[in-house]
């Protein structure tokens, strides 16, 4: 089964369930050691940026801290309680920032991870459970799984209602994408997303940081055989591939790609099709791979249909805001986080 197949699966799957059929549904969730009861659970840390964006939008007043420097701009839209959170290091990830001195000195009741749940990160979570007799729980899954995420973690942290809202939101939204899916199924868009000021380093088709194009039915033009994830591409394999779409989060590759010679072979440069995503308070498109993605998927389906300037985005991004990171900011300021979204011919 291809992967934009199961990923419709899932999605379809997750939002027909009956309230009765998601008490029996697969657990997303691992854990190492004794759990506290759900009200006993005061202080969690995020071992990672995923687990940090969901743990946030989730249970905010539990959340110990940062594991990434979030600058003024990031804070800016976030609740005023949770800006002033310290920056506590990472766990997992790319190599451990948190010394196990430190991590018991904040004395989390539980630590949590959030991504890809393999082999290697099982054996990590088991081994500092044993290190710091703190207990390790690690939420498995694709963002199409987001609903069922939310009300497993929801119930595990003492956080049911709110888990429910958040998860009918996300619910409504995935069942969007898959009809999106479904109707450009026949002639699906070629997008390419660069991850680097360079434009060379990519999600690789499959991966957990292409799940945005992909669940909307897009064919990401980044494939390697045998290989997902990060991965570096050429400029010629990129003139082979003349995706219909550039996608960044980066300002310096929309400069680079709409005035270095090297670029103006690519369609999508000579028709206008490259795309800024905004990434305020996270990315939209990635970075974190979590639940910040929604708004990309509502970003990605305006950008397709042609109503990026449209109120309907608006309206559902300050909606978004609302209600998934509590935003202070005023709606013409929450707004704002949509100017890096561009055109350029």
């Keep these: 089964m291809k992967r934009r197949e199961l990923l419709q699966g899932l999605v379809a799957g997750a939002f027909l369930l009956t309230p009765l059929a998601r008490v029996v549904a697969k657990t997303l969730l691992e854990h190492n050691g004794t759990l506290p009861a759900p009200a006993a659970i005061e202080r969690v840390f995020a071992a990672g940026p995923p687990a940090a964006v969901f743990l946030y939008v989730l249970v905010p007043e539990k959340l110990l801290g940062w594991p990434m420097h979030l600058a003024p701009a990031n804070l800016a839209f976030i609740h005023p309680e949770q800006q002033h959170l310290p920056f506590v290091g990472r766990l997992a990830g790319r190599g451990s920032t948190v010394s196990l001195e430190s991590l018991l000195l904040l004395a989390p009741d539980v630590i949590v991870d959030l991504g890809n749940a393999g082999a290697t990160q099982r054996s990590a979570a088991q081994r500092l459970?044993?290190?710091?007799?703190?207990?390790?729980?690690?939420?498995?899954?694709?963002?199409?799984?987001?609903?069922q995420q939310l009300r497993q973690a929801g119930a595990l942290l003492g956080a049911r209602q709110r888990a429910e809202e958040l998860a009918l939101y996300s619910e409504q939204l995935l069942a969007r994408a898959l009809r999106f899916a479904d109707k450009h199924a026949q002639k699906p868009p070629k997008l390419y997303f660069a991850r680097s000021y360079d434009g060379l380093e990519t999600g690789l088709a499959g991966s957990i940081h292409s799940e945005v194009l992909e669940l909307l039915g897009c064919e990401n033009v980044a494939k390697q055989s045998g290989h997902t994830g990060i991965g570096q591409v050429s400029l010629e394999q990129l003139l082979n591939w003349q995706p219909d779409y550039l996608l960044t989060q980066d300002p310096e590759f929309v400069e680079l790609a709409t005035t270095a010679s090297a670029w103006q072979s690519l369609s999508a440069v000579q028709t206008g099709r490259v795309y800024c995503a905004p990434k305020l308070p996270f990315g939209w498109l990635d970075g974190p791979p979590g639940?910040?993605?929604?708004?990309?998927?509502?970003?990605l389906m305006a950008l397709l249909e042609g109503r990026l300037d449209g109120p309907q985005l608006k309206q559902e991004v300050a909606e978004f805001f609302s209600l998934f990171y509590r935003s202070p900011n005023s709606s013409a300021r929450l707004l704002s986080a949509l100017e890096p979204t561009q055109v350029l011919d």
């Design 129 to 147: 459970t044993q290190q710091t007799g703190i207990a390790t729980v690690q939420i498995e899954g694709l963002l199409a799984h987001t609903p």
């Design 291 to 299: 639940v910040n993605r929604l708004l990309g998927v509502l970003w």
